[in-house]
């Protein structure tokens, strides 16, 4: 019994995606693991104020976690904190809401993806690292990290070549089933068409210039914001609803 109990047990380097009650005392916990890609799994009486670890396992934590597999569901055994980015990101409400559409955004993509979740692990991290400190605009963070995650994920979008015959740019349409910024020949109808400033945002997001990209104004953000929102949208097939909840300037 016990060799098998051992033999079930493991240790994962996590960040907590989303939380949601089970029972009356338990939760389950939705982490993205760096070498085991997402896992759900319970942690019992985490919401009883004598826990051990309640507080470890909020959303936007990152946690070294020892865990037991289970048939549906693995059980969290210990937990330990390694990045308290939580309470810096809940006690803004910019910060929560780009937050909760990066998480959302990590569940979504590395739902059935395990190749990549080591280098989406490092990705989800650093943004929420970099909101809690408040490196930068939470919204600018946000549209980067969307952009490297779909990136990562195996849809690099373009904003300098076009993305559909390789001509050099940069160019002034968009399309997101073509893969972002696309010459006149190769524009389809109905291609969006944003200011150039806009597409060099869109560049800047996606390679860290966070120079540039915090130099940007508010037109060029908004508009860029609406480009990545349909990218994300068109290869996830599906709305990341957290997204509507995100505050523009």
Not at 119 to 137: E, F, K, M, P, T
Not at 188 to 207: D, I, K, Q, T, V
Not at 224 to 231: F, N, R, W
């Amino acid at each position: 019994m016990s060799s098998s109990f051992a033999s079930r047990t493991y240790r994962a380097e996590g960040v907590v995606l989303r939380t949601h009650k089970l029972g009356e005392a338990d939760r389950i916990i939705v982490f993205l693991t760096r070498d085991h890609g997402q896992v759900r799994a319970v942690a019992k009486g985490v919401r009883r104020t004598s826990s051990k670890f309640g507080s470890r396992l909020e959303p936007y934590m990152t946690v070294d976690l020892q865990l037991v597999a289970g048939r549906s569901l693995d059980v969290v055994t210990q937990a330990q904190t390694k990045g308290a980015y939580g309470h810096g990101i809940a006690a803004d409400y910019g910060r929560y809401t780009a937050a909760a559409a990066i998480a959302e955004t990590a569940e979504r993509l590395t739902d059935s993806d395990g190749e990549s979740s080591g280098a989406q692990y490092n990705l989800i991290v650093g943004a929420l690292s970099a909101l809690s400190r408040g490196l930068h605009a939470p919204e600018l963070i946000l549209d980067s990290y969307l952009l490297r995650a779909l990136a990562t994920a195996g849809w690099a979008p373009s904003f300098t070549d076009c993305a559909r015959c390789g001509k050099p740019g940069p160019h002034t349409a968009f399309s997101a089933p073509l893969g972002g910024g696309v010459c006149p020949d190769c524009r389809p109808p109905g291609a969006a068409s944003p200011s150039a400033e806009s597409m060099a945002l869109l560049a800047a997001l996606l390679s860290g210039n966070w120079e540039s990209a915090d130099a940007s104004g508010p037109q060029s953000r908004r508009e860029a914001a609406g480009l990545v929102a349909s990218y994300l949208q068109w290869h996830l097939e599906r709305v990341v609803k957290s997204l509507k909840l995100v505050e523009r300037q």
